[in-house]
T-cell receptor, first 114, second 114 residues
Framework: AQSVSQHNHHVILSEAASLELGCNYSYGGTVNLFWYVQYPGQHLQLLLKYFSGDPLVKGIKGFEAEFIKSKFSFNLRKPSVQWSDTAEYFCAVSPSGNTGKLIFGQGTTLQVKP | EAGVAQSPRYKIIEKRQSVAFWCNPISGHATLYWYQQILGQGPKLLIQFQNNGVVDDSQLPKDRFSAERLKGVDSTLKIQPAKLEDSAVYLC????????????FGPGTRLTVL
């Protein structure tokens, strides 16, 4: 069965620290990849997405992610986090040519200390 | 542009009672999704509509859950009878359609079954 695994459930960082959140998926075919973010009290919103082309994609608020096909990974990075990045982050996969449904990981809670 | 609307935002019921959730997608979005998000987990797709037709309901517990999108616009999700394990946030999302279109999420309905 298709699945998405996020390595860290809870991450605590100080402001200006670098961030990397791991995401691995299990699916043998071509996939579309997403990172969603949920800020406290807000709804899920798209951070960035990868469909094809350059495996390094840039999203909003200085986030980027790299697709490494050989490792089935799509890790999220940010060189310097801010207190406002405190949120829950979800990695999601959508098999290409499928209905467009998203398969989510379990999420990572990021807490940034000022 | 108005976002995805959901109501109610919160609902508390006792087990074996019935409950219904409502979703109004972004205007013009042909595809509508219902997800269930249990505490500590990522959202899981329950059902996907394309206009008023069901595309995927493979993970919908059909013995107790039902959903409809009669006019291809708003949608209702019903649980009857509810079980304790149905306590979760029910998220509605919509997209223009197709596998490469971004899904926009509503604020969700938090259901507590006592």
């Amino acid at each position: 069965a298709q699945s998405v695994s996020q390595h860290n459930h809870h991450v605590i960082l100080s402001e200006a620290a670098s961030l990397e959140l791991g995401c691995n998926y299990s699916y043998g075919g071509t996939v579309n990849l997403f990172w969603y973010v949920q800020y406290p009290g807000q709804h899920l919103q798209l951070l960035l997405k990868y469909f094809s082309g350059d495996p390094l994609v840039k999203g909003i608020k200085g986030f980027e992610a790299e697709f490494i096909k050989s490792k089935f990974s799509f890790n999220l990075r940010k060189p310097s986090v801010q207190w406002s990045d405190t949120a829950e982050y979800f990695c999601a996969v959508s098999p290409s040519g499928n209905t467009g449904k998203l398969i989510f990981g379990q999420g990572t809670t990021l807490q940034v200390k000022p | 542009e108005a976002g995805v609307a959901q109501s109610p935002r919160y609902k508390i019921i006792e087990k074996r009672q019935s409950v219904a959730f409502w979703c109004n997608p972004i205007s013009g979005h042909a595809t509508l999704y219902w997800y269930q998000q249990i505490l500590g987990q990522g959202p899981k797709l329950l059902i996907q509509f394309q206009n008023n037709g069901v595309v995927d309901d493979s993970q919908l517990p059909k013995d107790r859950f039902s959903a409809e999108r009669l006019k291809g616009v708003d949608s209702t999700l019903k649980i009857q009878p509810a079980k304790l394990e149905d306590s979760a946030v029910y998220l509605c999302a919509s997209s223009l359609g197709g596998t490469s279109n971004e899904q926009f999420f509503g604020p969700g309905t938090r259901l507590t079954v006592l």
